[in-house]
Structure formats: structure tokens, C-alpha cells
T-cell receptor, first 113, second 117 residues
């Protein structure tokens, strides 16, 4: 059973470009969470999605950031007009309905130059 | 708001010895979950152990065990017979129990564990 998949693993963008991060949850998992990790920090919650629904986006910056989890395909975290402060590791986690544990992907390291 | 505090930025242990990592949390809720995650240099987050707040018995997974003190809001991780592969960042995390998978994890800042051969 494949784990949570994230791609790309590393992404370099220039200031002002768009970044798209993808997450495929574990088989059978319909709940997806996105977290951001700044250097020397713990992970901070961004958004929680179920298929075709955003359940909780209380951790998402109000501008430039959006997330989706379509009926078919991976969950996407989109960052428009990236700035240097967006440089971080972005982790996706998934869980089954009714399950408290969240299982993490390997993360995408975004570098904004 | 709930918070998680790990007061030890770095810890060191001799191979085969035992080490305890500390974690305290703040919440007004009575039903929640607590977790320890391991993040090795590969940066993959690995679930180590889980504790349900309404269970008094401390969770155990092989060489890993916790000391859960609900009244003190303390949740320490004990690693017995430490191995070189245990070297990693360890994060304590809290999650409210909304029923099942709802709810996000709240993480501490982590403790970097070094294992000396």
C-alpha cells in the first residue's frame, strides 16, 4: 500500500511566479491536510479538505494561497505570486474517515529566489 | 487556543541508553489525542505513538512509551535501548477529538535528538 505521495519534492520559483504542489493521499483516505514548516520550526496547519470540499482553511493566508481536492486526482496547493517568505517545506497528510492518525507525505521544499 | 510546548531544543543519548523527551500542552478540552512524530534528516514525518486522552493507560510501541499525566497536561516520550537510527527531530502534537478524522494537528517546535555510538 503506497504511502502519501507528494510532488515535486523540490520546487524553485522566482518571485512573482506561481507554485503548484500536489498530494495524492493513501489509498482509501479521503481526508487531506496541508501543513507548512519553516526552518527550525514545527509544522503549522494550513487547510483541511475532503473530496470536493474545503472543511477548514483557518490556517491559510488570506491572499495568494488556495487549495482544492477534486473528485478525481490529487489535492493541489496553489501559491500565486510567490514571495521569498513562502520558502518552506510543505507537507500533506491524509487520514481515513473516523481515524485520528494522520499520515504524512515526504514534503515539497519550495525555494523562492 | 491550544498550544504545545517542547522545552528541550536538543537532547543527546548514548547508544543503548534510555532518554526521555518532554512535552506539555495547554487545552481546556477533556477529549483529545496526543502524538509523537519523528522527523529524520530525510524530513519524512513518521508517526511514533498515539495516546487517547480518555485512556489512563500509557501507550507503548516497542521501545517507545509515553508518560501521560492528564492533570499536569504533560506527555513525555521515553525511548529505551536507543539506536543510531533514532537520531531525528521529535515533534509532540495535539489534536482535539471532534469525532474521527476531523481536526488538525497542533505541533510543538521539536526536540533534536542525537545518539552517540
Amino acid at each position: 500500500n503506497a504511502g502519501v505521495m507528494q510532488n515535486p519534492r523540490h520546487l524553485v520559483r522566482r518571485r512573482g511566479q506561481e507554485a503548484r504542489l500536489r498530494c495524492s493521499p493513501m489509498k482509501g483516505h479521503s481526508h487531506v491536510y496541508w501543513y507548512r514548516q519553516l526552518p527550525e520550526e514545527g509544522l503549522k496547519f494550513m487547510v483541511y479538505l475532503q473530496k470536493e470540499n474545503i472543511i477548514d482553511e483557518s490556517g491559510m493566508p488570506k491572499e495568494r494561497f488556495s487549495a482544492e481536492f477534486p473528485k478525481e486526482g490529487p489535492s493541489i496547493l496553489r501559491i500565486q505570486q510567490v514571495v521569498r517568505g513562502d520558502s518552506a517545506a510543505y507537507f500533506c497528510a491524509s487520514s481515513q474517515p473516523g481515524q485520528s492518525e494522520q499520515y504524512f507525505g515526504p514534503g515539497t521544499r519550495l525555494t523562492v529566489t | 487556543a491550544q498550544t504545545v510546548t517542547q522545552s528541550q531544543p536538543e537532547m543527546s543519548v548514548q547508544e543503548a541508553e534510555t532518554v526521555t523527551l518532554s512535552c506539555t500542552y495547554d487545552t481546556s478540552e477533556s477529549d483529545y489525542y496526543l502524538f509523537w512524530y519523528k522527523q529524520p534528516p530525510s524530513r519524512q514525518m513518521i508517526l511514533v505513538i498515539r495516546q487517547e486522552a480518555y485512556k489512563q493507560q500509557n501507550a507503548t510501541e516497542n521501545r517507545f512509551s509515553v508518560n501521560f499525566q492528564k492533570a499536569a497536561k504533560s506527555f513525555s516520550l521515553k525511548i529505551s535501548d536507543s539506536q543510531l537510527g533514532d537520531a531525528a527531530m521529535y515533534f509532540c502534537a495535539y489534536k482535539m477529538n471532534y469525532g474521527g478524522s476531523q481536526g488538525n494537528l497542533i505541533f510543538g517546535k521539536g526536540t533534536k535528538l542525537s545518539v552517540k555510538p
